[in-house]
Each structure stands twice: as C-alpha cells, then as structure tokens.
C-alpha cells in the first residue's frame, strides 16, 4: 500500500509545483492515520491539526477544500466576510446573513462554491491523501463532523506546533511527523517522540493539555525575554532527553539588541528514569 501511495505522488498534476505542500519526516499523507469505517473516512486515533483542534476515531472527515472564489489569495473563509468561520458555516446558505445579528453576508458566488464543499463527502483515505501531497496543508481546510449522522459541521485550518504534528496513538502525546527546517527539526525532535513536558507544564499524556502548555511555554519565554523554549521528551530509542526550541529574535532596547548569532543549546541527553 505504501508503494502505491508514493506512486500516486510521482504522478501528481503539473500545478503542485506552484503550490509546495508542507514537506515532513515522515511525508504528512503518509503518517495521517486514516482509515475507512464504511463509506466513512475517521482515524485510527486521536491527532491534532491544530492548536485546539483534536480529530477523534469516529469523527467524519468529510472533505479538504481551499476557496478560490471571491476571497483574498482564495485561501480563507474568515476573509470572505465580516463574521466567524463558525459563523459562516452556521447560516442559511440561501439566505447569506448570520443568525440574529448582522455578521455580514457573503457574496452569492462564494456562497455557491462553499455550499458545494459543504455538501461533499469523500468516502475514500485516497482522496485526502492526494490533496495533501498537492498543496499547501497550512492552506487547506477540513470539513468534518462529529458523526457521519451529525450535520454540525466544523470548518478547521491546519497549524502546527513549530512543525510539530502530534497525535496519541498509544495513550501518550507522541510526535507522529516533523516539519523539514522547523523549529522543531532543528531542535532535533523526531517522529516517536514522546512529549513529557513543555517548559515546567506536564502534558498529563492529553492532546489538549499539551496545546494549552504550548501556549504557555512559549508565553514565558515571550515574557522573559528567552531564546528558546523547553520539551521534555522519551525518544523512540527510550532515552530520556530536552529540546531547546527556538524562540523568534526581538528587538529590546537598541537596534541589534536581542540579536544573537549563538544559537540555543543542543539538544541535550540524559538516562532513562
């Protein structure tokens, strides 16, 4: 199977070239754990395409769409009128205004093409697979629901935590897949590892948590003014070890302040506990 998505990928269309798709170890189409459950695609566990999304076994992937009618770069909804993306996908498509309170209409040829993504239902992994080895994953967005029955339909962005793409296939915040030249990469994290800790916050071995210690890492080293920000990690090989996560470079109080050409600390081993 492996063999036949990689050559579904050297046969890709000739556009892809315009529009790179995010490159990962290992290749994100090939990692994102799908599988059918009758004409309904789901995953095998829970990942996250977000920082507050988690897609959960039994969740209905319906769909990956990037609009090119009537918005901005044709690549955000949120663009494309004066509400929410909650908002938008909330309204009548036949009336193109939002529920009690003017939110803003969207225009009726941009409407047209949103209800046809909203309507679409791809009932095979394969689908998923090809769109995201074609165009940029960071611009695309997943149409999903919380049962295939469910007509509460969800409208998501893929973001990663500076590369990182995390899922919990056994329980445990674990890296399934590393952005080639991310932060995260060049900290030296790899598939298979096992997030203990951002900073002095544990994960608890929950998807959620892990996201909300991000934040708040990242938050303190903002704050403080570090260069970099901490993972704790138990790699694939069982080593206990840290990664030092680059912080972006700030100006302080004169024009070259805060610049450094020293990089952070190498990633740094230490014994099993």
Known sequence: MKHCYLLLLLTLPLYAQEDQPVRMKPEFPLVFPLINEGKMVTVKYPVMINQTTVIKPGMQMRVL??????????????IAHAGTLEQSFARDPNSGAGGSEDTGS????????????????WEVPNNFILTWAQLPTELLHLIYSPTASDGNLKDERFNFFDGLFVGSPSGRVTVIAVEKESVAEKAGMKAGDTILAVGKYPTKDDLIT???????????AKTDEAPYYT???????????????????RLHGGLMDGFS???PPSPSSSPKP
Request: net charge negative; charged share 20%; no cysteine.
């Open 65 to 78: 769409y990037r609009l090119t009618n009537g918005a901005a770069n044709g690549t955000d909804l949120g």
């Open 106 to 121: 969207v225009p009726s040829q941009l409407m047209h093409e949103i209800e046809g993504y909203r309507r679409t239902v």
């Open 210 to 220: 892990f996201a909300n210690d991000y934040a708040a890492a990242k938050g303190d």
């Open 231 to 249: 993972m704790s990690l138990i790699g694939a090989d069982g080593k206990a070890r840290t990664a030092n996560l680059a912080m972006p470079m």
């Open 261 to 263: 050409d020293t990089p």
